[in-house]
């Protein structure tokens, strides 16, 4: 452990936040569409959210069981390693959404701590709109212990080399992608839109949002594998394995991993060149009636 001093509060493990309240709008979702590139019709009308919007109502939910966990010295150490998402049903405008989070559980490493929580949305009679499971790593700290579970696996087969790739998407990160995306989606953090701070941070300068990245791959997942239905998207999850930087052209290559009953489920990883900046990616899709 480097910071002896220094201990996770596991008494607010299992605690859950305070609920956060937000109205979705037409307007609010289409601007979250224009700022990702979407090209999907119903999502740029903001008819229905795109998935990744999900993201939106439960941010400061997000934010918050890390804060209650982890010393505040830590903080600034703490990546977004990989997210979740499982859809019980899109959002839609006119939603009334209340979302809360939890961390459910963390496990020291030699190199760092990961850390699993998990956030519910609903809409304000009680329906379960989606879950997400948000892994944080907080760098060059070892908690010394495992408490609790981390997130669901989607890892990769590596299997799937062997057999044919079913599809590509591509996709254009904006020279002012991090700005567009900013505004749309609530998320000020200074390395995303100020070139002083983030290379102050290591960084070769402004780097996109991975949840930006994150978006752009969905669409073209779903336009490659659902008929660009976002009602037939179940689960969508991903590991963010590099940052993207303004000016990148990305692809995003689709396997067939598996099936079962009405459902099947596609793996896949988005690669900037010959670097990977989105591995272990798995979508669970309805199948077409």
């Not at 057999?163 to 590509?168: D, H, R, T, V």
């Not at 000020?188 to 994150?214: F, K, Q, V, W, Y």
């Not at 793996?267 to 077409?288: H, N, P, S, W, Y």
């Amino acid at each position: 452990m480097t910071d002896a001093d220094s201990g996770f509060d596991d008494a607010n493990v299992g605690l859950w936040t305070d609920p956060e309240h937000f109205d979705v709008t037409r307007e609010r979702i289409a601007e979250y569409a224009r700022a990702t590139n979407d090209p999907i019709a119903a999502h740029l009308a903001g008819d229905i959210a795109p998935p990744v919007f999900s993201i939106v109502p439960v941010f400061d939910s997000m934010l918050s069981p890390a804060v209650d966990v982890m010393p505040v010295e830590l903080v600034p150490r703490v990546v977004h390693g990989e997210q979740d998402f499982h859809f019980h049903r899109p959002i839609l405008p006119g939603d009334k959404l209340v979302s809360r989070g939890k961390m459910i559980g963390y496990e020291g490493l030699s190199n760092g701590t990961r850390a699993a929580i998990y956030l519910e949305c609903r809409t304000d009679a009680g329906e379960l709109v989606n879950e997400q499971y948000v892994t944080v790593f907080v760098r060059n700290y070892d908690a010394g212990t495992k408490l609790g579970e981390l997130s669901p696996s989607h890892k990769f087969d590596e299997r799937l080399r062997a057999e044919p790739m079913l599809a590509k998407a591509a996709a254009h990160v904006d020279a002012d992608q991090t700005f567009r995306y900013s505004t749309a989606s609530g998320d000020p953090m200074p390395i995303h839109l100020d070139e002083e701070i983030a290379r102050s941070a290591g960084l070769p300068g402004i780097i996109a949002h991975g949840l930006c990245t994150m978006a752009m791959t969905s669409w073209g997942l779903l336009a490659e594998v659902a008929d660009s239905d976002v009602t037939r998207l179940k689960r969508l999850a991903v590991r963010f394995a590099k940052p993207v930087l303004p000016g990148d052209d990305l692809e995003t290559r689709i396997w067939k991993a598996g099936s079962e009953p009405g459902v099947t489920t596609y793996a896949f990883e988005t690669a900037r060149g010959d670097d990977m900046v989105i591995t272990d990616g798995l979508a669970k899709i309805i199948d077409e009636n």
